[in-house]
């Protein structure tokens, strides 16, 4: 059976299996039964193949049906691998063609949790993370949490990711499918981690008022390093900058780091500072903000427009800044990565205006 002949299927949530969560989506299989644990032959076995398959490396995405060719099996590791470092979890994709992997008795729970095992997967000390499994020759596809996604994916966040995936498989193909499944499930763990309450653990502070009044702050630094990521130098250089390229362009430029953002967002924590902290030029605030988070448990960046610059930068202008910053922030130069953001800017600024 072809993957992309795989019918839009019912969800079926299979809770505290082995003590973890698993979101098992079947057309075929309704009267799910926990099997028995993988013999040590099984283990094995699975090892084996995965071995023989990737040798040393450890790709997050897996296709045993040969569907995607060499060069979309790359990009979509490296969207994998990009959403791992943002949302400091495990994300991984598995495709199955269901005819020689299945011991006797076993399920695809039982499988997914032995190939998330013995591949590696997981962050953290309790291995967080997801693994979206599809098999095409049973016509099922569901995903396998693990660590403390167990508790943060809901039944109804797995099958908003998977409804993503069935809506894909035949308009785009199978590398469309993943594409849209990865899109889907992180945008998913990111509203529910934004719901999560997190201790502040430094960083600046916002001044709420009641009821709120937008104003402006001229004098409010438009470098705030809470996060201590700049020495006093590179601060003192991105201030002027900044104070240049508002005077240039008539539009506010603020730079945050922090090392959490409580219980909020890093959507919400951005348009929250800018809000209360007296940002914005001209009568609408127009500006935009970049947040920097350095929490291993919620590291990541944001970058929030408002005024003239929301209409200014569109999606593919924001996500070119995040791909001019994303090296430089893996490879820990704060200060890098904050020109290449400037730089982003300006260019953006330079074109519109052109």
């Known amino acids: 059976m072809d993957l992309t002949a795989i019918p839009k299927c019912l969800h079926e949530s299979v809770m505290d299996f082995y003590g973890t969560t698993k979101y098992i989506i079947s057309d075929n299989i309704p009267d799910y039964q926990p099997a028995q644990l993988q013999t040590d032959a099984d283990e094995d076995r699975l090892a084996a193949r995965i071995a023989a398959e990737y ?9 045993w049906t ?13 969207m994998l691998c990009r959403t791992v470092e943002e949302y400091y979890c495990d994300f ?14 076993e399920t695809l729970a039982d499988f997914a949790e032995a190939f998330y095992d013995n591949s590696g997967y997981g962050v953290g000390a309790d291995r967080d993370g997801t693994m979206l499994i599809a098999d095409s020759e049973l016509g099922a596809y569901g995903i396998y949490t693990e660590g403390s996604m167990t508790e943060l994916l809901t039944e109804e966040a797995a099958s908003t990711a998977c409804d993503a995936f069935d809506a894909a498989l035949l308009d785009r193909g199978l590398y469309g499918a993943v594409e849209a499944y ?7 763990v990111e509203k529910l981690m934004s719901a999560q309450t997190r201790e502040a653990a430094g960083g600046p502070v916002i001044k709420y008022t009641e009821p709120f009044v937008a104003y402006h702050d001229y004098d409010a630094p438009r470098v705030v390093d809470g996060a201590d990521l700049f020495t006093d130098a590179e601060e003192g250089a991105l201030a002027g900058r900044i104070a240049e390229m508002g005077e240039k362009w008539g539009s506010d430029f603020v730079i945050v780091t922090v090392n959490d953002t409580g219980s909020l967002s890093h959507m919400e924590y951005a348009d929250d500072f800018y809000d209360y902290n007296g940002y914005g030029l001209g009568p609408d605030y127009d500006g935009m903000l970049l947040l920097i988070c350095t929490n291993p448990e919620h590291r990541g960046w944001w970058i929030s427009t408002f005024a003239e610059c929301f209409d200014r930068f569109g999606e593919r202008d924001i996500d070119g800044l995040g791909s001019a910053i994303k090296p430089y922030l893996s490879d820990g130069d704060y200060f890098r990565a904050a020109e290449a953001y400037l730089d982003g800017v300006e260019n ?7």
């Open 55 to 63: 040798g040393d490396g450890k790709y997050r995405i897996s296709d």
């Open 182 to 188: 990865i899109g889907a499930i992180s945008l998913e």
């Open 92 to 105: 991984a994709v598995i495709i199955t063609d269901g005819s020689d992997f299945l011991g006797e008795d």
């Open 66 to 78: 040969d569907t995607l060719s060499d060069a979309e099996r790359d990009e979509l590791d490296e």
């Open 348 to 354: 953006v600024f330079g074109q519109s205006t052109a």
